[in-house]
């Protein structure tokens, strides 16, 4: 364990302060990391599937993604036309691809292509739309997010070390106990509940909304967590990758973030 925390201590030392600077820059520079995460991650999400035979189309996969990075860029100041086109005309290009490519499995190459381009792109790209949100609203729920997410899992993770036994999934997330997830919804209830009181987030939340966003971090992202772990599990894989040391792959770093950004966007939109 004290091996782990020395691998991984670079990346705490130079990512944390990294992020940190970006959200509060938001704009282009935030934009092109969330882009650069996605990228990433889509690749890694890629190569997994790539294990039980399947051939999705990297380039076109990519391609569709950034696109849905440029569409959350101009939130809220695209038109739907312009989301339909940038939707529709890859799709109709990847059909044609493998049309006449004469690939095996190819509605299978087709599903993992977009299936990848919706769970890491369309739904980890809405951190792009909610912190442009918060720079029209002068608020901050993109950085409470990002903060309570590491709570919880700093929470779950010391609650599940010290107090937990019995497991909550063990053939999906064998080291995931039940205290542990609990310990996770403690902690992202203790975050938001004190960034309010102190003023934090610069939006006063009711006792409800708390309770929600709770629901959302502590919950959803922990159960986006057990998502990405099924993937991993079912590509026979521990990682999504190397390339963060001993944090393994970029999806395996925002994969809390994968559910609960979409949600917090759908929750400021009632705001």
């Known amino acids: 364990m004290v091996s782990t925390f020395w691998t991984r201590l670079p990346v705490i030392l130079l990512g944390i302060p990294t992020i940190i600077y970006l959200l509060i820059e938001g704009g282009i520079l935030f934009a092109a990391f969330v882009a650069l995460v996605i990228f990433l991650s889509l690749l890694e999400y890629y190569d997994m599937k790539k294990s039980s035979g399947v051939k999705p189309n990297?380039?076109?996969?990519?391609?569709?993604?950034?696109?849905?990075c440029f569409i959350y860029i101009q939130y809220p100041h695209i038109h739907p036309t312009n989301i339909l086109a940038s939707i529709l005309l890859p799709v109709i290009l990847l059909l044609l691809i493998e049309i006449f490519?004469?690939?095996?499995?190819?509605?299978?190459?087709?599903?993992?292509?977009?299936?990848?381009?919706?769970?890491?792109a369309v739904l980890l790209g809405t951190m792009i739309a909610v912190r442009n949100w918060d720079e029209l609203n002068g608020t901050r729920f993109t950085m409470s997010m990002i903060f309570s997410v590491w709570i919880c899992d700093s929470a779950a993770y010391i609650f599940g070390i010290l107090w937990g036994k019995k497991k909550l999934i063990e053939r999906i997330s064998p080291k995931k106990t039940v205290v542990g997830f609990v310990g996770g919804i403690i902690g992202a209830f203790a975050s938001f509940y004190v960034m309010d009181m102190i003023g934090f987030i610069q939006y006063v939340l009711s006792p409800l909304q708390i309770l929600i966003l709770t629901f959302i971090v502590g919950v959803c992202g922990q159960l986006g967590d057990?998502?990405?772990?099924?993937?991993?599990?079912?590509?026979?894989?521990?990682?999504?990758?190397?390339?963060?040391?001993?944090?393994?792959?970029?999806?395996?770093?925002?994969?809390?973030?994968?559910?609960?950004?979409?949600?917090?966007?759908?929750?400021?939109?009632?705001?």
């Open 226 to 271: 057990f998502a990405e772990s099924m993937l991993k599990r079912d590509a026979g894989i521990k990682d999504s990758g190397k390339l963060l040391l001993g944090h393994g792959g970029v999806l395996d770093r925002f994969d809390s973030l994968i559910l609960t950004s979409p949600l917090v966007l759908i929750f400021i939109f009632y705001l």
């Open 58 to 68: 990297a380039i076109l996969g990519i391609f569709m993604a950034l696109s849905v």
């Open 101 to 120: 490519a004469a690939k095996p499995n190819p509605f299978e190459n087709i599903s993992v292509t977009i299936s990848g381009v919706v769970y890491v």
